[in-house]
């Protein structure tokens, strides 16, 4: 669905209010064919995507849209969750110890990556944490908390060294024939990665694509020094910004608790499940990572936000290419704190 092809266009999406920066210098020679801008929005996955997308004229621009939608709905049902038929629920209903079975080269990419993170993180990004996250979905319909011993039964299901990958067959195999996997924290990041490279692939260098609180940006818009993208103040996810990046061929990946909470008996509770624990974050935050792709920060916005501020901090500190953004509440006066890896401020611009 086409949205716009105007210069300047607001969004909000996930935690992130995305704001195409124009005006800003651009580059010395203009474009030989003069390029447009085309907006296209769609939901999915239970939010809305976006493609932003600089194009000759508006039949490119369609097609161009098009295509990438159709690779997002191809992934989706490779991944999703709540689809019985998607490849990761098939997984789950038909591996076991001694069972290993073949995947896509889709979803053996994110399954990879996902344990590359757990193992780095220490368990705090877990994709088989799904035993815990139906719990949680029950929990905000019903407003009332798991019981202890339902979230120590769902616990025994969920630990990332269950999952095996093999290489050489490009297969995995579970330990468990009950085990849940859910790539809600991961799988958003890989699909706006896709999409980029369709664009890039069909010869839109110029694009940019949204995901809820992911982001992924390609080469700087044609009059522009780079994407601007406004990081929502805590707590406020639609007001204005109060810092800005401008970001080229990059990605950024907010996680946080401003849309996914429930409050029980006075305690808000986040979206995000501590695989420890079983139980849903009461610290306020949002983190904001900044990195190469979409695939490589997704899932570390969520391993931080378990983390929480001072471990998360230094985990982001110790990656390459990473650079990391948290705010927390003072718990005494209610105040956002922030901390910020060493390098995040060369992504910062004034407003």
Known sequence: ??????????????????????????????????????????????????????????????????????????????????????????????????????????????LSRS??????????????IGPCVELWRDARRRRRLPLP???????????????????????????????QIDLGGIAKGYIADESLRVLRELGFEHSMVAIAGDIVCGSAPPDADGWRIGIAPLGDPEGTPERYLLLENAAVSTSGDAYRF????????????????????????????VGPNGLTIDPLASAISILGPERGLEFASQLD????????LDPETGDPVSVETDGFSEFVIAD
């Open 1 to 110: 669905m086409l949205l716009s092809k105007t210069n300047r266009l607001p969004w909000v999406l996930g935690g992130i209010w995305g704001l195409l920066s124009c005006g800003l210098a651009g580059a010395d020679e203009a474009p030989t064919i003069p390029l447009e801008r085309f907006h296209f929005e769609q939901p999915l996955m239970g939010t809305y995507v976006s493609i932003t997308v600089y194009a000759p004229d508006e039949a490119a621009a369609n097609t161009a849209s098009e295509a990438v939608f159709a690779r997002m709905q191809a992934l989706v049902d490779i991944m999703s969750d709540y689809d019985a038929d998607s490849e990761v629920r098939r997984l789950c209903a038909t591996s076991g110890p001694g069972s290993p079975v073949a995947v896509s080269e889709e979803l053996w990419c994110v």
């Open 115 to 128: 344990l590359e993170v757990a193992e780095q993180s220490e368990g705090a990004f877990d994709v088989t």
């Open 149 to 179: 011993e339902q979230l120590s039964t769902a616990r025994e299901r969920v630990g990332w060294e269950m999952v095996h990958l093999n290489g050489d067959c490009r297969t995995v195999e579970l330990e468990r024939t009950d085990m």
């Open 262 to 289: 429930v409050e029980i008996d006075g305690v808000r509770y986040s979206h995000l499940i501590n695989p420890a624990t079983g139980m849903g974050l009461t610290q306020s935050s949002s983190v904001t990572v």
């Open 321 to 328: 290419e990473i650079e990391a953004y948290i705010v927390t």
